[in-house]
């Protein structure tokens, strides 16, 4: 490793991630380009820090693709794949075929044979999973009708793999490809000498393996280690599976990112699905970071600087072709124009797997290295582009184009006014509406989730279907006339988007916000909002005086130390707020506030212990059960 040492490539690598991360996400590029930036400064083309090694790390790296895939999997129970058999079938098979066979058009026109045409549109119609989940997950995008539908078309993308892998030896020159497969794969030893039928068999074989060993072998080990109680074993035995997975996959040929997810997908019904998770997600964190990097590391700047009209056209091309292809199944598909149009944004890259793919074909000699070379950069630099093609989609086209269509599903025309307008009928504000109704207070209730309207209606609670950020729709249920609005929106910038409409075109109404945590709470208040309610400050006070009676404190002692504990914590919050971008400040002030407290507290408990003795057992026991105590039985009659 450049004579350097192991030690100082992984101090390299980790300063550098350390680094950029926290820098990219300062930025809003999110943590994904940052590794990419860290792996491009320090790579053999840029830095020079770490050289040729760089691709061997790819090879260690990819075991981060693996394991996310093995995750995605155990998250996977087989109730959820029915439902989405639709999209993974039909949007998922139709987006490989069709952008397979445009791009392999635009590369017959440059000059490649229908052969390698086919190869390269085959490869470059592969999205990335590890960035798109990666980029969803981030933003909270996931369960969004464009993330489920992004979700399934990777889902068949990485099923894909195995007909292209069966494919590519039928593109060979005649000759080549057992040569050329044993050259390029030589830890393909158990199929590398077999015909393509055979190949493909083999395929199959090792596919029917996996499930059949994790519904019948895996469950026993597991259970077997799990009895001896030693996590350290668990974990171990856990990472066993992955990697014996994995080898199993790489020995026939096959994506052992594929094999592992089907792994998953058979384990995800298991009662040792939750360990498994967390046992892997640490190492999945780390090789997945480290995955990023490499690919950055791989984009070769000489190249780019040779020919960068060519690297740089092939790149536009590829990620409009496919963005096209996008946008026009998401509307075949009937998806909302926002929701087609992130779903669009959200995949033109080309995937992780594509790196596989070209070194396989280049093995069995199906592409050129003349070939091979451009599409490497081509491949790295569109995963590099796709997360600012996510901030591109967010910051510009969204907010111009999303909302402006009128396909799909309009926002519903509002007939009544009340004195309250309550934005999110969730989990929370749905509370708060019925306990309103409840006591003949008349409230305007909007909810942007189309779904959950369609539910409430069933119910029989009168609920509007629009975007509650927007202007327009906040006069249309008469926040001209309201006199309160109730924010209780399930994301905190949306939330703030809000309270900003609002301070701007009806500042008469009194805003009452739903918190998420703390640092939301924080962001409410210096957006001006005064009266601000954290989820779930309440419910833990109640669970605090509950734990205090059973532990055998006084039932009013527990009572008064949660109202206390309540207006010392919210005075608290609002001096944090002034001084919570000042970390220095922000932590002597919080130190000074947990002191103060315990004072407090300690004071409290020497004052009140002779007024608490006058609360008796029975009393206790009805207020911490919440039933009367019972009569003792009557004597029995002699």
Not at 261 to 280: I, K, P, Q
Not at 483 to 496: R, T, V
């Amino acid at each position: 490793m450049h004579g350097q040492g192991f030690f100082f490539q992984a101090f390299v690598y980790l300063s550098a991630a350390v680094v950029s991360v926290p820098l990219a996400k300062r930025l809003g590029l999110g943590s994904v380009l940052g590794y990419l930036l860290a792996g491009a400064a320090i790579g053999p083309f840029a830095l020079g820090l770490i050289g040729e090694e760089g691709q061997d790390v790819m090879h260690f790296a990819e075991f981060g693709v693996v394991m996310m895939l093995f995750l995605v999997g155990l998250e996977l129970e087989p109730a959820l794949l029915f439902r989405l058999r639709r999209e993974i079938l039909g949007l998922g098979g139709l987006q490989v075929v069709v952008s397979s066979l445009v791009l392999a058009g635009a590369a017959l026109l440059v000059g490649l044979t229908w052969k390698e045409a086919l190869a390269v549109g085959l490869i470059l119609s592969l999205s990335s999973t590890a960035l798109v989940l990666q980029s969803l997950g981030e933003k909270g995008l996931l369960k969004t009708t464009a993330g489920q539908s992004a979700f399934a078309v990777l889902l068949f993308q990485d099923l894909a793999v195995i007909p292209m892998l069966a494919v590519f030896p039928l593109l060979a020159p005649r000759g080549a490809a057992g040569a050329g497969a044993a050259e390029g794969h030589a830890s393909t030893s158990w199929v590398s000498g077999l015909p393509a039928w055979g190949q493909t068999l083999a395929v199959l074989a090792a596919v029917a393996a996996v499930i059949l060993a994790g519904q019948f072998f895996v469950r026993p080990l597991l259970h077997a280690v799990a009895r001896t109680r030693l996590r350290e074993l668990f974990t171990a035995a856990a990472l066993l599976l992955v990697i014996g997975i994995a080898l199993l996959m790489s020995q026939v040929g096959l994506s052992p990112a594929l094999g592992t997810f089907l792994a998953g997908v058979v384990l995800a019904t298991s009662e040792y699905r939750h360990e498994l998770m967390s046992d892997v997600e640490p190492f999945k964190g780390l090789l997945l970071g480290l995955f990023f990097i490499a690919v950055g590391a791989s984009i070769d700047f000489s190249l780019l600087r040779a020919r960068p009209g060519l690297v740089l056209g092939l790149v536009a091309l590829v990620l409009v072709l496919k963005l096209v292809v996008l946008a026009a199944l998401g509307s075949a598909f009937r998806m909302s124009p926002d929701q087609g149009l992130l779903f669009a944004f959200s995949l033109p890259q080309v995937g992780e797997f594509a790196f596989v793919l070209l070194s396989f074909a280049a093995g069995l000699g199906v592409l050129a290295a003349s070939t091979t070379g451009p599409l490497v950069a081509v491949v790295a630099l569109s995963m590099a582009a796709s997360p600012l093609i996510m901030l591109l989609h967010e910051q510009v086209v969204d907010p111009r184009l999303g909302t402006k269509e009128t396909e799909g599903r309009k926002a519903d025309a509002i007939d009544e006014e009340n004195p309250v307008i309550i934005a999110g009928f969730g989990r929370f504000g749905n509370i708060v509406g019925r306990l309103l109704r409840a006591n003949g207070v008349g409230a305007t209730v909007l909810d942007n989730d189309s779904d959950r309207v369609d539910v409430l209606r069933r119910l029989g609670l009168k609920v509007f279907y629009g975007d509650a950020t927007r202007h327009d729709l906040l006069e249309a249920a008469g926040a001209e006339k309201a006199k309160l609005l109730i924010l209780a929106l399930d994301q905190p910038e949306k939330n703030l988007e809000l309270v900003h409409t609002v301070k701007k075109h009806f500042p008469h109404l009194t805003i009452v916000a739903r918190a998420l945590d703390r640092a939301d709470a924080y962001d409410l208040l210096d957006a001006g909002v005064k009266h601000v309610y954290r989820e779930t400050f309440d419910t833990s006070l109640r669970l605090g005086v509950d734990v205090l009676r059973l532990l055998g404190h006084r039932a009013y002692s527990a009572e008064r130390a949660a109202r206390a504990f309540r207006r010392h914590d919210e005075a608290a919050l609002a001096s944090l707020a002034a001084v919570r971008k000042d970390r220095a400040a922000y932590l002597s002030a919080a130190r000074e506030v947990i002191a103060d407290l315990e004072r407090s507290f300690a004071a409290d408990r020497t004052a009140q212990t002779e007024r608490d003795a006058g609360w008796d057992t029975d009393t206790l026991r009805q207020d911490t059960f919440g039933r009367p105590p019972q009569p003792p039985d009557p004597p029995a009659e002699s």
